[in-house]
């Protein structure tokens, strides 16, 4: 290498993790809060370890392990899956009722690092789709 030349470039290694429903949990503040559940997520793609991500987020293996194994984790699963590196399965949609709370998590990572989670408003597009009749101006005129 010669001193007029430019440092090597690194190899990022590209991180997907799919959008994900959270598991719906009781309301705890040391729990598998929806924001620790999108670090664990985070930190296990990057990461690659199920053990260091629990330590990151400051949660036992053995919990994260039954919040898996939970009834309605199955988005939460296949992005757990996703984000070790095997194939993308699909998952169906929860029910309506829990889309009118919580909409899908998406993890943000730049240069192969876990740096956040965002989602949308809750409920934009029910509330989209229940306002749209009114709009039609076939309302009750009298």
């Avoid at 959270?22 to 985070?42: H, I, K, N, S, Y």
């Avoid at 597009?125 to 039609?136: E, I, M, N, T």
């Amino acid at each position: 290498m010669t001193p007029a030349s430019p440092p090597p470039r690194r190899a990022y290694r590209r991180l997907r993790v799919p959008p994900f429903y959270p598991v719906p949990t009781r309301t705890r503040r040391d729990g598998w809060t929806v924001e620790r559940q999108a670090d664990f997520l985070g930190m296990l793609a990057e990461t690659g370890s199920v053990i260091g991500a629990c330590e990151a987020v400051g949660m036992s293996r053995k919990s994260a392990y039954r919040l898996r194994a939970l009834p309605g984790a199955e988005s939460f699963a296949a992005a757990w899956d996703a984000a070790l590196g095997l194939p993308l399965r699909k998952v169906t949609a929860p029910a309506p009722h829990f889309l009118d709370c919580d909409g899908p998590v998406r993890l943000v990572t730049f240069r192969g690092r876990y740096r956040g989670a965002w989602r949308n408003a809750a409920g934009g597009d029910l509330l989209w789709q229940v306002r749209g009749p009114d709009r039609s101006g076939l309302g009750d005129t009298v």
